[in-house]
């Protein structure tokens, strides 16, 4: 009888064991996405930081001394080599952006569309792309959130761009979108996933104002 009972407890002994060994494992995985995601995010924010610092030191040269080479701030081992900056203050996003090919992705950071036209160009339509859902990349997860005459910001050569959203509709996902805009206006076109559906998102601003930073 105590021979069973010490073979119970032994056994009761191992599964604890195991089941904390697991438990530990679970919270490590876990503990290393979370910093791995806060690593990334602050690389992020440091090139925006850097972008900003850069256009500033441009602007301030004198007209003659426009192409004098500038010492650059090293804030990271990764450079995402930021264009321009998206700020969408309702839904709280603020993102570089980058013609690279790797992280002008939509699976890494916001993406700049095929076709878009940038900022500065008259009646163009700068148009960008961005997943929902809940991963970590998942920049216009609240795209939804936006109505009409909410902002967006473009920084871009030292001109802070304001659109304000004029029409909002979905689209069916078949890898091909259809903008609705007015031709005669210079626009912003923001898309994205609907959460949960084959429907897409298409958000269009049109530009109010333009003012150097």
Partial sequence: MKKQRKNKNNGKSRFIVIGSLFILFGVSIIGYHIYSNYKLDKIADDNIEQFFEEEKIIDDQPQEEQFVEVEKKEVSKTNYDYIAVIEIPKINVKRGLSQDKYYNNVN?????????????????????????????????????????????????????????????YDIEKTGKATIRRDLNKTTLTMITCRHNTNKQIVVISELVNKETY
């Fill in 108 to 168: 890494r950071n916001i993406e700049i569309l095929k076709g878009s036209t940038m900022p500065d160009v008259s009646q163009g339509n700068f148009m960008v792309a961005g997943h929902s859902g809940t991963a970590r990349t998942s920049y216009f997860r609240n795209l939804d959130k936006l109505v009409i005459g909410d902002l967006t910001y473009i920084y871009y050569n030292g001109i802070k761009y304001t659109y304000k959203v004029n029409n909002i």
